[in-house]
């Protein structure tokens, strides 16, 4: 799409029609000119001021493109009674409205505003008290429409611009046009977005807000992908300027270090830190100081309690045990100092340890208060277990809170000895809130194992304190026998060596079987004879269903025991009953994952309870809770996706498997790109490779396909309550609707480079002279790639030539796009019969195009060029638009036709990205490749959402495409549609209607559009849709006062996500991966969202792996499951998956200051 691009000019008329309206953006005849932009809250009949630049578009002629608008005061009746009636001001509905105008004038507006509450005080129903409040919402309403319609024409979407206007009131728009860099500081958009915005304003790339604002960026990255808590100044400096200077040395290290010296919020003294991150862990210092300077006992009169030789007064201290010198010399370390740290490998004798030091301490004071804590309820309830002593959370213990926690310096906790378990787990914010709230003079332990996994929180609190305070490393094997194969194993692993498998020790066993009914077998004997309670040990299992899946083994494992049972699904609870909890619930204050015993089954009017303890909190389910149980006698390791899986991440669109090209079954890598999910792009962890697994392939109404593992869970929503839930793919049953994300507009946010494209060497006579590349891929580049795609033949690999068969004035404008960009010469060639077609020789070009991933194949091999995948949705869509306008058309609906599968999945899914839902089916089947034909259809309102966004590049197809679009928006009534339809909406319908009845009456006060479609929907004649949200949002009084119905249609319309339909489910095999995506704990996946892998910590653990289980396997991760085996460690299956994960050792080191302040 070319613009001539004009100065900008300012216009001012009357709205007279919408040409066009989706969401906030707008085509509209404003008198007799055509314009678009985004205006939100514009209606018909509105004056506006608008500014702006005209252009001519190639198909439509001159148009003004509005980049910032102003209403200026309603100034007739109807304008004035529809702005204060429009719902923006609470208490003013249209009667009301109209009193004012008519008592006040049509000029009511201007009056108020220049006036104040005193004119209100004159109109009848308006007393004194509402009067103000009412004068200061019309004056608040109409300052905020200025400021975010001048903040919307910069490119902020609306809901960044009310949160700028919030932040920063009447200048906004004059702060983010001198610095659009601010809103980064607030969390409002990200330096990408903010860089694009700049450059639109003309911001200079070399400015300081810019240096400034990736310096910040990169340090925010840094201290939560990373876990730094501070970089070094050169290394953050060398960050950022890969940031800055990817299209161009801009700014140079000088010019960041000067930059980064003026900078607030930000501690320097050699590494850099945000300065709250290095105030917290000058607070852990200075806390630690204060500790570590009470004073307490000296050695020598512990000595003369306790002298080592004396045996008999060891065994007083701890009947049965003998101590060894290490631990009864911990035991002085942490009972003379005011802060220690126990530390050692498996079984070196942590806990019992700490059991001495509890009773030495209680002997020495015996009114003293002791506290025991973990930072997760299984690390506490492991403690509480081993010491018998009540051990809490730390975020229970102290209170903690997102602003702080209710026991502080000011209010500090009640104890003499503070015992913190698994300490290494950790970070800076978790630490400062826990020793602020440690009391003077309390003795404090932080017991921990340096070598298992860092905190996911920033900082290694831990590492850093060793050898800082006084430190004890156990070595000597204590827990158990100085020959256990699970505490030498352990230590081997650490190592990088292979484990020892004896088959006359049962610590550490190995079991070969084959047979699944062997292995089932050999599970229930161990779990029905060894020594340990359903806390205490837990089977793991790769799969869901199955002869050894976790619903056979569950159900192998329950034991019947007299008592009532509660049936749901598949499974009968009874008291005893190991259960998962599967489901965030904060009302509950349970997690996913969390593992719970039902502790007792009630009756409570008439219906069954049940009461699940976890970690000692008794938590109550209904029947309707029981959706968010599982048994949990066996668990799944993980769930993964087949590896042709398609995700968005930073960089674009990518298929998993490619993701770390390389990876053994069985092998994980590190991966610290972001990952689109529902919420966004999120940092991710690890990209694991779990091996050929049977799969479940799922195929949707609109043609998405997944396939997954049997037990990977996708995001399911009820089609009666709208409910969402995760649901296991062997679950999933056709008819049932997921959620499907759209317009996330997910993948880079600068355009790519073509720096590194380097052409061959070519001798003359090859049409090489004078040729050019663009130096990046931008739209025009984009649309011609779109176009060579859609009908270009570029197979021919001896002379470099590509040719266009498209006929009419559309090849004409590919042409000389293809002329200008590459400086090349095309040939036009005439056949009688055929149409026409144009093509040019270059091999130069010809490798430049097979760099941008134009491979040399014919077209059912065809896909999107990689640098396409790569590049921002707005070139995505240039590139889109360039395809359609070659192989796509426009009769009833937007269509496109291709033999190549992958190049439909492709589109499809780069559609949605950008708002467009699409429907792709088989037209034609063949065993032939390049007979068959892939088609996607686009209807409705999703083909004026691709009007929009893409629109076609060949006149008659856009001009079609117009047409319809006009002829759709000169109706009035809503559209009719099955396709596009929300789960829930009857019952949000029926509780709205319900709310307006008690609000009004029975004959409630709404339009008469508004209480048809709530008579159709309630009666179940019509189901909701997103136009009907629309209208509701738009047309219900007072929304806002209506409770949760109303809370729910604004979530909707906020979201605006698809509910596809599962039509298809077929079962199968393939090669399998899988993320670990921290805080949502879920991705997209080919459009569907799917629940990310989680691992399990327990103290025996008994794996059926069989030949297929290879999961989650490296060195740490590998170290850390064999140390939580505190018994026994049971595996069933090869030696391989071990060799696998001990060879593949990824260590973690994080910058920290704490270690430097001590």
């Given at each position: 799409?070319?613009?001539?691009?004009?100065?900008?000019?300012?216009?001012?008329?009357?709205?007279?029609?919408?040409?066009?309206?989706?969401?906030?953006?707008g085509?509209?005849?404003?008198?007799?000119?055509?314009?678009?932009?985004?205006?939100?809250?514009?209606?018909?009949?509105?004056?506006?001021?608008?500014?702006?630049?005209?252009?001519?578009?190639?198909?439509?002629?001159?148009?003004?493109?509005?980049?910032?608008?102003?209403?200026?005061?309603?100034?007739?009746k109807?304008?004035?009674?529809?702005?204060?009636?429009?719902?923006?001001?609470?208490?003013?509905g249209?009667?009301?409205?109209q009193?004012?105008?008519?008592?006040?004038?049509?000029?009511?507006?201007?009056?108020?505003?220049?006036?104040?509450?005193?004119?209100?005080?004159?109109?009848?129903?308006?007393?004194?008290?509402?009067?103000?409040?009412?004068?200061?919402?019309?004056?608040?309403?109409?300052?905020?429409?200025l400021?975010?319609?001048?903040?919307?024409?910069?490119?902020?979407?609306?809901?960044?611009?009310?949160?700028?206007?919030?932040?920063?009131?009447?200048?906004?728009?004059?702060?983010?046009?001198?610095?659009?860099?601010?809103?980064?500081?607030?969390?409002?958009?990200?330096?990408?977005?903010?860089?694009?915005?700049?450059?639109?304003?003309?911001?200079?790339?070399?400015?300081?807000?810019?240096?400034?604002?990736?310096?910040?960026?990169?340090?925010?990255?840094?201290?939560?992908?990373?876990?730094?808590?501070?970089?070094?100044?050169?290394?953050?400096?060398?960050?950022?300027?890969?940031?800055?200077?990817?299209?161009g040395?801009?700014?140079?290290?000088?010019q960041?270090?000067?930059?980064?010296?003026?900078?607030?919020?930000?501690?320097?003294?050699?590494?850099?830190?945000?300065?709250?991150?290095?105030?917290?862990?000058?607070?852990?210092?200075?806390?630690?100081?204060?500790?570590?300077?009470?004073?307490?006992?000296?050695?020598?009169?512990?000595e003369?309690?306790?002298?080592?030789?004396?045996?008999?007064?060891?065994?007083?201290?701890?009947?049965?045990?003998?101590?060894?010198?290490?631990q009864?010399?911990?035991?002085?370390?942490?009972?003379?100092?005011?802060?220690?740290?126990?530390?050692?490998?498996?079984?070196?004798?942590?806990?019992?340890?700490?059991?001495?030091?509890?009773?030495?301490?209680?002997?020495?004071?015996?009114?003293?208060?002791?506290?025991?804590?973990?930072?997760?309820?299984?690390?506490?309830?492991?403690?509480?277990?081993?010491?018998?002593?009540?051990?809490h959370?730390?975020?229970?213990?102290?209170?903690?809170?997102?602003?702080?926690?209710?026991?502080?310096?000011?209010?500090?906790?009640?104890?003499?000895?503070?015992?913190?378990?698994?300490?290494?787990?950790?970070?800076?914010?978790?630490?400062?809130?826990?020793?602020?709230?440690?009391?003077?003079?309390?003795?404090?332990?932080?017991?921990?194992?340096?070598?298992?996994?860092?905190?996911?929180?920033?900082?290694?609190?831990?590492?850093?304190?060793?050898?800082?305070?006084?430190?004890?490393?156990?070595?000597?094997?204590?827990?158990?026998?100085?020959?256990?194969?699970?505490?030498?194993?352990?230590?081997?692993?650490?190592?990088?060596?292979?484990?020892?498998?004896?088959?006359?020790?049962?610590?550490?066993?190995?079991?070969?079987?084959?047979d699944?009914?062997?292995?089932?077998?050999?599970?229930?004997?161990?779990?029905?004879?060894?020594?340990?309670?359903?806390?205490?040990?837990?089977?793991?299992?790769?799969?869901?269903?199955?002869?050894?899946?976790t619903?056979?083994?569950?159900?192998?494992?329950?034991?019947?025991?007299?008592?009532?049972?509660?049936?749901?699904?598949?499974?009968?609870?009874?008291?005893?009953?190991?259960?998962?909890?599967?489901?965030?619930?904060?009302?509950?204050?349970?997690?996913?994952?969390?593992?719970?015993?039902?502790?007792e089954?009630?009756?409570?009017?008439?219906?069954?309870?049940?009461?699940?303890?976890y970690?000692?909190?008794?938590?109550?389910?209904?029947?309707?809770?029981?959706?968010?149980?599982?048994?949990?006698?066996?668990?799944?390791?993980?769930?993964?996706?087949?590896?042709?899986?398609?995700?968005?991440?930073?960089?674009?669109?990518?298929?998993?498997?490619?993701i770390?090209?390389?990876?053994?079954?069985?092998?994980?890598?590190?991966?610290?790109?972001?990952?689109?999910?529902?919420?966004?792009?999120?940092?991710?962890?690890?990209?694991?490779?779990?091996?050929?697994?049977?799969t479940?392939?799922?195929?949707?109404?609109?043609?998405?396909?997944?396939?997954?593992?049997?037990?990977?869970?996708?995001?399911?929503?009820?089609?009666?309550?709208?409910?969402?839930?995760?649901?296991?793919?062997?679950?999933?049953?056709?008819?049932?609707?997921?959620?499907?994300?759209?317009?996330?507009?997910?993948?880079?946010?600068?355009?790519?480079?073509?720096?590194?494209?380097?052409?061959?060497?070519?001798?003359?006579?090859?049409?090489?002279?004078?040729?050019?590349?663009?130096?990046?891929?931008?739209?025009?580049?984009?649309?011609?790639?779109?176009?060579?795609?859609?009908?270009?033949?570029?197979?021919?690999?001896?002379?470099?030539?590509?040719?266009?068969?498209?006929?009419?004035?559309?090849?004409?404008?590919?042409?000389?796009?293809?002329?200008?960009?590459?400086?090349?010469?095309?040939?036009?060639?005439?056949?009688?019969?055929?149409?026409?077609?144009?093509?040019?020789?270059?091999?130069?070009?010809?490798?430049f195009?097979?760099?941008?991933?134009?491979?040399?194949?014919?077209?059912?091999?065809?896909?999107?060029?990689r640098?396409?995948l790569?590049?921002?949705?707005?070139?995505?869509?240039?590139?889109?638009?360039?395809?359609?306008?070659?192989?796509?058309?426009?009769?009833?609906?937007?269509?496109?036709?291709?033999?190549?599968?992958?190049?439909?999945?492709?589109?499809?899914?780069?559609?949605?990205?950008?708002?467009?839902?699409?429907?792709?089916?088989?037209?034609?089947?063949?065993?032939?490749?390049?007979?068959?034909?892939?088609?996607?259809?686009?209807?409705?309102?999703?083909?004026?959402?691709?009007?929009?966004?893409?629109?076609?590049?060949?006149?008659?197809?856009?001009?079609?495409?117009?047409?319809?679009?006009?002829?759709?928006?000169?109706?009035?009534?809503?559209?009719?549609?099955?396709?596009?339809?929300?789960?829930g909406?009857?019952?949000?319908?029926?509780?709205?209607r319900?709310?307006l009845?008690?609000?009004?009456?029975?004959?409630?006060?709404?339009?008469?559009?508004?209480k048809?479609?709530?008579f159709?929907?309630?009666?179940?004649?019509?189901?909701?849709?997103?136009?009907?949200?629309?209208?509701?949002?738009?047309?219900?009084?007072?929304?806002?006062?209506?409770?949760?119905?109303?809370?729910?249609?604004?979530?909707?319309?906020?979201?605006?996500?698809?509910?596809?339909?599962?039509?298809?489910?077929e079962?199968?095999?393939?090669?399998?991966?899988?993320?670990?995506?921290?805080?949502p704990h879920?991705?997209?996946?080919?459009?569907i969202?799917?629940h990310?892998?989680?691992?399990?910590?327990?103290?025996?653990?008994?794996?059926?792996?069989?030949?297929?289980?290879y999961?989650?396997?490296?060195?740490?991760?590998?170290?850390?499951?064999?140390?939580?085996?505190?018994?026994?460690?049971?595996?069933?299956?090869?030696?391989?998956?071990?060799?696998?994960?001990?060879?593949?050792?990824?260590?973690?080191?994080?910058?920290?200051?704490?270690?430097?302040?001590?």
């Open positions: 799409m070319s613009r001539a691009a004009q100065a900008e000019a300012t216009l001012t008329g009357i709205v007279r029609r919408f040409i066009y309206r989706s969401g906030d953006f085509i509209f005849k404003l008198d007799d000119t055509i314009a678009l932009g985004e205006v939100p809250g514009v209606s018909e009949g509105d004056k506006l001021t608008v500014r702006g630049k005209w252009e001519t578009h190639p198909k439509f002629g001159r148009q003004f493109r509005v980049k910032s608008w102003e209403k200026p005061v309603p100034s007739t109807e304008a004035a009674v529809e702005f204060l009636s429009s719902g923006l001001i609470k208490g003013v249209p009667a009301t409205a009193t004012i105008v008519d008592t006040l004038g049509p000029d009511a507006v201007k009056k108020i505003l220049d006036g104040g509450p005193g004119l209100l005080k004159t109109v009848k129903g308006i007393g004194e008290k509402k009067a103000p409040e009412i004068a200061r919402q019309v004056r608040e309403t109409y300052q905020v429409s400021a975010v319609s001048e903040l919307v024409g910069m490119g902020l979407s609306c809901r960044v611009a009310l949160k700028a206007y919030k932040e920063f009131g009447r200048r906004a728009a004059e702060f983010v046009r001198q610095n659009p860099y601010c809103l980064t500081k607030l969390d409002l958009i990200g330096f990408h977005r903010a860089d694009a915005i700049a450059r639109n304003l003309g911001i200079a790339p070399s400015s300081p807000f810019r240096t400034e604002a990736a310096l910040r960026h990169t340090l925010n990255e840094a201290l939560w992908t990373e876990g730094h808590t501070c970089l070094p100044e050169g290394e953050l400096i060398s960050r950022a300027l890969e940031l800055l200077n990817k299209e040395d801009y700014v140079s290290p000088e960041a270090a000067a930059v980064l010296s003026r900078m607030e919020g930000i501690a320097r003294n050699g590494k850099v830190a945000f300065s709250w991150a290095r105030r917290f862990e000058e607070e852990i210092a200075r806390d630690v100081k204060r500790l570590a300077a009470a004073k307490h006992p000296k050695p020598e009169a512990l003369r309690r306790y002298p080592v030789p004396e045996k008999e007064n060891l065994e007083n201290l701890i009947p049965g045990v003998t101590l060894t010198p290490d009864v010399h911990a035991v002085r370390v942490a009972l003379s100092g005011g802060i220690s740290i126990l530390t050692g490998g498996p079984g070196v004798g942590k806990t019992q340890t700490v059991r001495a030091v509890i009773e030495a301490f209680r002997r020495e004071n015996p009114f003293g208060s002791v506290v025991l804590c973990a930072p997760t309820g299984r690390a506490a309830r492991r403690l509480a277990e081993l010491t018998g002593h009540p051990a959370t730390i975020h229970k213990l102290i209170g903690m809170r997102e602003d702080g926690a209710a026991r502080n310096k000011n209010s500090p906790l009640d104890c003499d000895l503070l015992v913190v378990d698994e300490a290494s787990m950790a970070g800076i914010i978790m630490a400062k809130r826990l020793l602020e709230a440690v009391p003077d003079g309390c003795r404090v332990l932080l017991v921990g194992d340096v070598n298992q996994l860092p905190s996911v929180e920033p900082g290694n609190v831990l590492r850093d304190l060793l050898d800082k305070v006084p430190t004890v490393r156990l070595t000597k094997v204590f827990r158990q026998a100085a020959e256990s194969r699970i505490i030498l194993n352990a230590h081997r692993i650490n190592r990088g060596e292979m484990v020892l498998i004896d088959r006359y020790r049962d610590d550490f066993v190995l079991l070969e079987r084959e699944p009914e062997d292995v089932k077998s050999c599970v229930k004997t161990f779990v029905e004879r060894l020594p340990y309670g359903p806390m205490d040990l837990q089977v793991l299992s790769p799969m869901r269903k199955g002869p050894l899946g619903i056979e083994l569950n159900k192998l494992l329950q034991r019947n025991r007299p008592g009532p049972r509660v049936a749901h699904g598949q499974f009968a609870y009874q008291v005893g009953d190991k259960v998962i909890h599967t489901k965030n619930n904060y009302l509950k204050g349970v997690m996913n994952g969390e593992i719970g015993v039902v502790e089954i009630r009756e409570v009017d008439g219906a069954p309870v049940l009461y699940v303890r970690n000692g909190d008794v938590v109550e389910y209904t029947r309707d809770d029981l959706d968010e149980l599982e048994p949990a006698w066996v668990i799944t390791i993980h769930k993964c996706v087949a590896k042709d899986t398609w995700i968005w991440t930073s960089e674009g669109m990518r298929r998993i498997g490619d770390e090209p390389g990876l053994e079954p069985g092998e994980v890598a590190p991966f610290t790109q972001e990952v689109g999910t529902p919420e966004g792009l999120v940092p991710a962890s690890r990209v694991i490779c779990i091996g050929r697994r049977p479940v392939k799922i195929t949707t109404r609109t043609g998405l396909v997944l396939e997954m593992s049997l037990d990977h869970r996708v995001l399911v929503a009820d089609d009666l309550t709208g409910e969402e839930r995760w649901v296991r793919a062997c679950d999933l049953q056709k008819g049932m609707r997921l959620p499907v994300p759209r317009g996330m507009e997910l993948g880079p946010q600068q355009e790519l480079s073509t720096a590194p494209f380097h052409p061959g060497h070519h001798p003359k006579g090859h049409r090489n002279k004078g040729v050019r590349w663009p130096d990046k891929v931008d739209e025009n580049l984009a649309e011609v790639l779109g176009a060579l795609v859609a009908d270009a033949n570029y197979t021919d690999r001896e002379d470099g030539r590509v040719e266009l068969c498209k006929n009419g004035p559309w090849r004409t404008y590919i042409r000389q796009k293809i002329e200008k960009l590459f400086n090349v010469r095309c040939t036009e060639r005439k056949t009688p019969g055929k149409a026409a077609r144009f093509y040019f020789h270059s091999k130069t070009v010809r490798e195009l097979q760099w941008c991933g134009l491979d040399y194949v014919t077209a059912s091999q065809k896909t999107v060029p640098v396409i790569s590049s921002p949705p707005s070139v995505q869509a240039a590139f889109l638009r360039g395809l359609f306008s070659g192989d796509g058309a426009f009769t009833s609906v937007v269509v496109l036709s291709t033999s190549s599968a992958v190049l439909a999945e492709q589109v499809q899914l780069l559609l949605l990205n950008l708002g467009i839902v699409s429907k792709r089916y088989l037209l034609r089947e063949s065993n032939d490749r390049w007979s068959q034909a892939w088609r996607l259809e686009i209807s409705g309102w999703d083909a004026d959402r691709f009007a929009e966004v893409i629109g076609f590049s060949n006149k008659p197809k856009m001009e079609a495409l117009l047409r319809s679009r006009a002829r759709k928006t000169a109706g009035k009534s809503l559209p009719k549609t099955n396709w596009d339809t929300i789960p909406g009857r019952s949000v319908a029926l509780g709205l319900e709310a009845r008690r609000r009004d009456g029975k004959n409630y006060r709404a339009t008469r559009r508004v048809k479609l709530l159709q929907v309630c009666a179940g004649k019509a189901r909701l849709t997103y136009h009907h949200v629309d209208l509701l949002l738009k047309e219900v009084f007072d929304l806002r006062s209506l409770g949760q119905p109303a809370a729910q249609l604004m979530r909707w319309a906020e979201k605006r996500w698809f509910y596809d339909e599962v039509v298809a489910i079962p199968g095999e393939a090669e399998l991966y899988d993320l670990t995506v921290p805080g879920c991705y997209i996946s080919n459009g969202i799917s990310n892998c989680q691992g399990s910590e327990f103290r025996c653990v008994i794996v059926p792996v069989h030949t297929s289980h999961v989650m396997l490296y060195r740490s991760l590998l170290y850390t499951a064999v140390t939580r085996a505190r018994e026994k460690l049971i595996l069933v299956g090869t030696k391989k998956a071990l060799a696998m994960a001990i060879r593949n050792n990824r260590p973690v080191q994080r910058y920290t200051a704490l270690a430097s302040l001590l």
